[in-house]
């Protein structure tokens, strides 16, 4: 299982009507604009450790994709709540 999968049943099982395809969608999304920014491996040298360059050149684009584009947030006034926890509601 992946950290996606864990979080999607972590989601239905708090929200079973959640929209499971809607999220998967979202999440590939975001993925591809991250991707697009530049948070890619090289292929040649996807089987040893990324460099500091490429590491800094991924932070960037997740960065960049995540927070400034998608606009995601910690939620600082109520950061405990388990709703923070729920892919379906992070990402509404």
Known sequence: ATLEEGALILS???YPAANVP???LTLDRLAQRAQQLGAVRV???AASAPSQAEVRSMVVALNQALYE???L???QADYYNPENSM???VLS
Do not use: K
Request: proline share 6%; aromatic share 12%.
């Open 69 to 71: 584009e998608f606009g």
């Open 43 to 45: 292929p040649a040298s």
């Open 73 to 75: 947030r910690g939620n």
């Open 22 to 24: 809607s999220i998967r």
């Open 12 to 14: 239905q099982w708090g």
């Open 87 to 89: 892919l379906h509601s």
